[in-house]
């Protein structure tokens, strides 16, 4: 088995083998680009590695064997008391994992070789680089805390009375290397190892573990990066920033990733090895300065980058060094951006003629237009950051500081906007989490309970600042102290945290989709490019839920095509409440009849709105399916009621009436009971009142000109003889109302029940479409509560990792997936023709959108701010 391949024998597309970072280095080395000669260890040794728990036969050989040529081809044996080769090891996995495994620098210094190497290129030089080398390797080999390294530097520093590490001189460093020697050997109980083979095979065994060290596991865990790829190793012959003030380093990106404009960005720090510029030891200065201080090296960058450009045809970012005024390539990959960037960056390349527009629309996402459709802080008045943390569920929200779930009901039921501030949340904290604006915890990730729970309500949420220190009422932060009732606000999408108000302003790609478009805004056009491009290319037609005129008209701005639900149940909140209330528990017809006379006109005015909204567009309605808990007065507040009603007035005689019909009514399992078609079969003449509302409305739209297309949906359907049921009763009111006026009208139904999914063969008999009802079907295919488990155990599932993520939110396609795929296929079987659709909340999930279209569904439809996003995973889908 080949482990090593020095950089000659690699290219960009093995970065399964060789990871990202190697795959990439060999890239730019047979692009002919100045890398330092070097070799990668590939995955393939790590995963045997971790596997045995020991390196698999043959490594040391090959590693010994590269080396070797190393050494020939530079001229230098590592660890040579006279002139020494030096090397780094990185680590570098397929996906980039910032922060997992830092690299290590120098290795091949000891006692003796720091000599050598003073003797090349001066005593302070040699010396900061050992210094560097124990450091590092102590806190990354060994896990020696770093800070009692920085500690040291600090200390040494100000015993000189300085605060620029650069005047430490060559005896201040040497001073320094015998403390940082101390530090080493007090905490891992062993001298500094001073063999170089020994750093050098330490430093790739600490590569190779770190890839399960804690950090890393939860990074993948958050970024969905499967667990058991591993990491590979690049051993690099060392060049040096760090000679003198005509060497030093920086980073550079061909474009700007924050916004995507054009030209040339980075930063560069002179005298210095990479880890400074992180470590913002000193200030860097932007890279353009590089034109002044050393332009045949800044040209020399400039060619590159456009070089790099034009071969990966995206922005890159790349690492370099220059070592006494020669320019030394470390890294490059194509670069992370913001989602704005994405979009612009996108636009650009097709108009340079880099890409065309289906690669366009490949290199953006649903998740990034998301994104750019929330409402963003106004930051001109560079307000104070008091700290950054994890973005885990976008939005910007405004509010005041509150520390307990209690509080921040009670704040909000004033008309305040909170913000609630945890160490971490709990279930007891979800009432307090509904009312707050945004949510901020010391503690836990993106998949943390707050997280989860906030993402679930499109709550705006901050996570793990652990900086903060939460208090009973009060948290403090470097210092600063926020009290209850401060104004904070939140940034869900950068984890930013600032002290006081800071204005919110809306969207420029929400007014693009309301129709209020600025086409100079290169964001703006950029969308409007890509989003038409989506369109001309997506198989699937998008279409909205919508209850209301309102909704309607706006998901028909967003592009929808249709309304693929609209929940007349929605329709009888408020007012009307009472009206059901008396249809569900009246035993006598003449009260029951009484109260669908008064629906009757209500609901026809309600579906003219929808239909002349949609006018020219099919509008799934709904046959109503109100869980009866949502809609009955609360068993437990009648009871209380009856129990201190001290006369015996009319009211207490009503009260005791409905308190025998709820007791009678009531379940357990709301979500499982008398709901849906099983309300409707049950209760006569509800769903007829809407069938002949629907036809109603639909024929006087098409009186006054229009055109409504109602489609007729029957929730909840298990069994066709439900469905014929109601079919036959609304074909009949269908054909008195409809007469000649053209109208047409489909009648179906949500498959929602698996055993609807199960029989599809036998229920397309009786149906002109089916709609997926993901919501329930993914509820009753786990067999949990939709509306309690998400809080009570899901953030548990999540970090086990049971679930990368919550089954409501992107489609489990191999349970739930696998109900609509049998469905789909032995409904069209049955029904060549059969329109089939999806209405629950994956139809607007990106993931989902693309199972779908996989599966061949005609259309999915999804809330009306989703609609665009839905619109660009169809176009991404069918490229
Ligand atoms: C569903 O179950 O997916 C659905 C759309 O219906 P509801 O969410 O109203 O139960
Ligand atoms: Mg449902």
Redesign the pocket.
């Known amino acids: 088995m080949k482990y090593v391949f020095a950089f000659e024998e690699g290219n960009k597309d093995l970065k399964d083998l060789l990871g990202g970072k190697g795959a990439n280095l060999a890239e730019m080395t047979n692009l002919g680009l100045p890398v330092p000669p070097g070799f990668t260890i590939t995955t393939e040794a790590c995963r045997a590695y971790l596997h045995d728990k020991r390196l698999p036969d043959g490594l040391t050989g090959q590693i010994e064997a590269r080396l070797t040529a190393l050494e020939e081809r530079i001229g230098r044996r590592l660890g040579d008391a006279a002139d020494p080769l030096l090397v780094s090891v990185r680590s570098g996995a397929k996906f980039s994992m910032p922060g997992m495994m830092e690299t290590v620098l120098n290795v091949g210094l000891n006692d003796e070789s720091v000599n050598g190497l003073a003797a090349q290129g001066g005593e302070r030089f040699a010396w900061d680089s050992y210094r560097r080398l124990i450091a590092m390797f102590g806190a990354t080999v060994c896990e020696v805390p770093a800070e009692d390294f920085s500690h040291a530097l600090d200390e040494a520093k100000r015993h000189k009375g300085t605060r620029n590490d650069l005047d430490l001189d060559a005896d201040d460093l040497r001073a320094l290397v015998g403390t940082y020697k101390k530090i080493f050997a007090k905490h891992v109980g062993r001298d500094f190892p001073q063999e170089p083979r020994e750093q050098l095979d330490l430093a790739i065994r600490a590569v190779f573990d770190s890839w399960n060290a804690d950090r890393a596991v939860l990074y993948r865990r958050q970024e969905r990066i499967p667990a058991d790829l591993g990491t590979a190793v690049n051993v690099v012959a060392m060049v040096f920033g760090n000679l003198g003030p005509d060497s030093g380093t920086g980073v550079a990106f061909t474009r700007d990733p924050g916004t995507g404009a054009p030209g040339v960005y980075g930063d560069y720090l002179a005298n210095a090895q990479g880890e400074d510029v992180v470590a913002g030891i000193r200030n860097t200065v932007p890279l353009q300065e590089l034109e002044r201080l050393d332009k045949t090296s800044y040209d020399e960058l400039l060619r590159i980058m456009t070089l790099l450009e034009e071969h990966y045809r995206d922005l890159c970012d790349i690492e370099f060094t220059i070592e006494r005024g020669k320019l030394w390539m470390l890294q490059t990959r194509v670069g992370k951006r913001t989602a704005a960037a994405a979009f612009t960056i996108a636009a650009q390349l097709v108009d340079e003629g880099v890409i065309d527009l289906d690669e366009a629309i490949r290199r953006v996402t649903g998740a990034q237009l998301g994104q750019l459709m929330f409402p963003r802080f106004d930051l001109s008045g560079a307000p104070e950051v008091l700290t950054s943390a994890v973005g885990a569920s976008p939005g910007a929200a405004v509010g005041r500081a509150v520390f307990t779930a209690e509080h921040a009901i009670e704040l909000a039921g004033q008309g305040e906007a909170v913000i609630l501030v945890r160490r971490e949340t709990n279930p007891d904290d979800l009432g307090g989490m509904i009312a707050a604006q945004g949510i901020l915890t010391s503690r836990g990730g993106k998949t943390s309970h707050a997280a989860v729970v906030a993402r679930g309500m499109g709550k705006t949420c901050v996570c793990g600042a652990d900086d903060l220190e939460v208090g009973r009422n009060e948290f403090t932060v470097h210092g600063t102290r926020v009290a209850e009732g401060d104004l904070l606000s939140i940034d869900g999408t950068t984890g930013r945290v600032y002290l006081g108000e800071v204005p919110v302003e809306p969207s420029s790609v929400v007014r693009y989709f309301e129709g209020d478009a600025d086409l100079q805004d290169p964001l703006v056009a950029a969308v409007d490019r890509l989003m038409r491009h989506a369109d001309t290319r997506r198989r699937l037609r998008i279409r909205s839920?919508a209850d209301t005129g309102e909704d309607a008209a706006r998901a028909r701005r967003f592009g929808a095509e249709g309304i693929g639900?609209c929940?007349t149940?929605h329709m009888f909140l408020g007012d009307r409440r009472e009206l059901v209330e008396t249809l569900i528990l009246a035993d006598r017809q003449p009260e029951r009849s009484a109260a669908l006379d008064a629906l009757l006109p209500l609901q026809r005015a309600d579906f003219v709105e929808l239909f002349h909204e949609m006018d020219g567009l099919p509008v799934t309605v709904?046959l109503i399916?109100p869980?009866l808990h949502e809609f009955l007065p609360s068993l437990t507040d009648l009871a209380v009621r009856v129990a201190v009603a001290g006369e015996r007035g009319e009211d207490a005689r009503h009260d005791e009436r409905l308190l025998t019909a709820v007791s009678r009514m009531h379940e357990q399992n709301p979500?499982l009971g008398l709901?849906?078609v099983r309300l409707g079969l049950v209760i006569p003449g509800l769903f007829a009142m809407q069938v002949r509302a629907i036809a109603e409305a639909a024929v006087e739209v098409a009186r006054a000109g229009g055109t409504a297309r109602p489609e007729i949906m029957v929730?909840?359907v298990g069994a066709v003889q439900e469905l014929e049921t109601v079919r036959a009763e609304a074909e009949k009111i269908l054909a008195e109302v409809i007469g000649d006026s053209g109208v047409e009208v489909l009648i179906g139904t949500?498959i929602?029940v698996p055993r609807a999914a199960l029989t599809a063969g036998q229920i397309a008999e009786a149906a002109e479409f089916f709609?997926?009802?993901?919501?329930?079907?993914?509820?009753m295919g786990w067999g949990f509560s939709?509306d309690d488990v998400e809080g009570a155990f899901f953030w548990r599932y999540l970090e086990l990792g049971i679930f990368g993520i919550s089954p409501f939110e992107s489609l489990d396609r191999d349970g739930v997936g696998r109900l609509v795929r049998i469905a789909s296929e032995e409904g069209r079987a049955a029904r060549p023709g059969l329109k089939l659709g999806?209405?629950?909340?994956?139809g607007g999930d990106p993931d989902s959108v693309h199972f779908f279209h996989e599966v061949g569904l005609d259309y999915v439809s999804c809330s009306p701010f989703r609609v665009p996003i839905a619109r660009l995973e169809a176009g991404r889908a069918a490229v």
């Open positions: 839920n639900l929940r149940e709904r399916d869980p979500m709901r849906g929730p909840l949500m929602e709609s997926f009802g993901t919501n329930d079907l993914t509820q939709r999806v209405c629950g909340e994956h």
